[in-house]
């Protein structure tokens, strides 16, 4: 039986892990992440992600669910932490409702290498997000719609932070979310896919977008380019992008919210493929 490291105060090793929640760099240096939930844990396991450490609540008896991810082979190498409840609440951020059973989980390779760009390659490219819940909430749409991965180009928010692991509800551990510096860097990827005869399309979006996004085809590989919440595409990624497209809006609003932008031009995607079949 593996052995248990029994945490019952706030102790070095509580605090490295409480740090992954609030601390990018710390992520970063750790190569490792916080994950918690059903769905999430077991959808890591499935997608073959690797643990770090699975910690319990000391305190309850745990559901046939947790015992059975503690007793998986995927968690033959995990560390097994058995951690006082209320410091378990204070690591799950909740006050109520405390998670049984936390994931600390190893980060992938920023390798774009690892999103597969087929003849239906569909894919998204969040430039400079502000907010994790946007984030999580574009993986949740791009996963739904068969997109086959994400990448967040430039600085800014953690696609690893806890509240867009949240927004995602699962779907950052079964869909690739790859970190690119810049629009070069992913022009470099799709270049070289061209040149290997897969005629991928970059495609940004804008509310003075030159085309609605009804009338794109979005039946070939499609790279779709979401812009930064507050300040939209950048220069550089409006010189990389073949085509700049609009969706028509009505009402009072200016317009939409980048994570509802990317869902209405994955869906129109998904809706055209459909009829193609």
């Not at 947790?66 to 968690?75: F, N, R, T």
């Not at 600085?155 to 509240?163: E, K, L």
Request: with cysteine.
């Amino acid at each position: 039986m593996a052995r248990v490291l029994r945490v019952s105060g706030r102790n070095a090793r509580f605090q490295e892990w409480q740090a992954l929640l609030g601390n990018r760099r710390k992520r970063r240096q750790a190569r490792a992440f916080v994950v918690q939930g059903v769905r999430p844990i077991t959808l890591a396991i499935e997608h073959g992600w690797g643990f770090r450490a699975l910690i319990y609540d000391a305190d309850r008896r745990l559901s046939r669910w947790a015992s059975s991810v503690l007793e998986s082979p995927a968690a033959a190498a995990a560390e097994r932490v058995a951690m006082a409840g209320e410091l378990i609440r204070e690591l799950g951020e909740k006050d109520e409702d405390a998670p049984e059973l936390i994931a600390v989980v190893a980060m992938p390779e920023d390798d774009l290498g690892r999103i597969g760009v087929e003849a239906g390659f569909l894919g998204v490219a969040f430039d400079r997000p502000a907010s994790p819940g946007n984030i999580g909430t574009v993986i949740r749409s791009a996963d739904a719609f068969g997109a086959a991965g994400l990448i967040v180009t430039g600085h800014g928010a953690d696609p690893y932070d806890p509240r867009a692991v949240r927004a995602s509800t699962g779907s950052l551990l079964a869909l690739p979310v790859v970190r690119a510096d810049g629009p070069a860097e992913v022009m470099t990827w799709v270049d070289g896919h061209r040149r290997a005869g897969r005629a991928v399309t970059v495609l940004g979006t804008d509310e003075r977008g030159a085309v609605d996004a009804a009338a794109c085809d979005l039946t070939g590989p499609t790279l779709v380019v979401i812009g930064n919440e507050t300040s939209g595409l950048s220069e550089a990624w409006r010189d990389a992008c073949d085509v700049i497209a609009r969706i028509p809006i009505s009402g009072s609003a200016s317009s939409l919210n980048a994570a509802s932008a990317a869902t209405v031009l994955l869906y129109e995607a998904a809706r055209q493929r459909a009829g193609t079949r």
